[in-house]
C-alpha cells in the first residue's frame, strides 16, 4: 500500500523553539530512505520554514500557506498555487481601502512570488515584509497603485497586521465578499492581528486530495495540532495528535502522539518503518 504521512509544523513536527531536533531528523530521514513518503503541511510561507527544514530530506512536494501552495522544498519550485480572480481581488483591495488601509498583495507566476504594497510606512510590518521574502521573492516593491499590478500574474494571497478593533471592519466588507476564505487571528509575538485573505479553494484539505492524487498513494496518515489541521484530518485514513494538541483535535484524531518536545512523530513513523519492514527491536 502506497502511503503518504503528512505532519504539521508548529506545535507538531517542531518542538517549541521552533526547531526539528535532530532525533527527530535522523529518524525521519531513515525513514525516507527506506522509500516512505513524507512532507509538511504549514500555515507557513514556504521561506519562513524552508531553511528550518534543512536537515530534513523531504522526497514529495509540501502544502505550505494553508493548503494555497504545494510546494518542492527540494528544488525551490512551488508546483501550484490556489488563486483568486482579478475581479475578486479588487473587492478585497476596495474592503481595505474603505476604512482608510491598504494590504500586501501577493501575485504568483510559475518563476516565484512577487509582494506588492503601496505606502513606504508598510515596510514596518516585517511579518510580510521580511528579510526572508526580500531574498526568496522574485520581487517585493512599493508601487503606486495596487490595482495597477494585478494583470502581472495571478493573486494568491493578501494580508495585512494591526490593531483588532480597526480590523474588524474590514473583516464584515471581506464577509460580503464571494469566493474567498480569511484567517483574522493574535500573533502572539507581536501583540497585533493579522488578517490574511485567500481562495476558499486554497485550504488545507484540498492540498492533501491534490498531493495524493499527484502521487497515486491510496492512503494518507496525517499529524497535527490546531484548528487548521482539522480539514486534513476528516479525510485521513489514519490521524494523530501531539499531547500537547488542542483538545478538540485530540478528541477526533486515531491516536495520541509524544508531545512536540518529545519526538512523538517522529518516533511514530520509526514504529511505521518497523511494521512495514519487519525489522527487530
Partial sequence: MNTL?????DGTLFNK?????????????ACIREGMLFTVATARMPYGCDYRLENLNINVPGIVTNG?????FAREKYVSAECMNENTTKQVIEAFRENQMS???YLYKEDGIRIYYD???MTDQTQYFSSRAIEKCREVRLVEDLEKVLPGGDVCYIAYTGAEEVLKPVCKKLDRIEKINYSFYL????GLYCLEIFSDTANK???LKRLKAMLNCNQTVVFGDNYNDIPMIEIADRSYAPENALKEVKNIVTGILDDCDHDGVAKFMTQEMKKKFKTPE
Avoid at 17 to 29: C, L, M, P
Avoid at 68 to 72: E, G, I, Q, R
Fill in 205 to 207: 484539505q484540498n492540498a
Fill in 119 to 121: 505606502y513606504e510606512f
Fill in 187 to 190: 500573533n502572539i509575538y507581536n
Fill in 68 to 72: 494555497v501552495f504545494l510546494y518542492d
Fill in 103 to 105: 494590504c500586501f498583495v
Fill in 17 to 29: 523553539n521552533k526547531e526539528i531536533s535532530d532525533n527527530s531528523a535522523n529518524r525521519i530521514n
Fill in 5 to 9: 504521512y503528512v505532519s504539521d509544523l
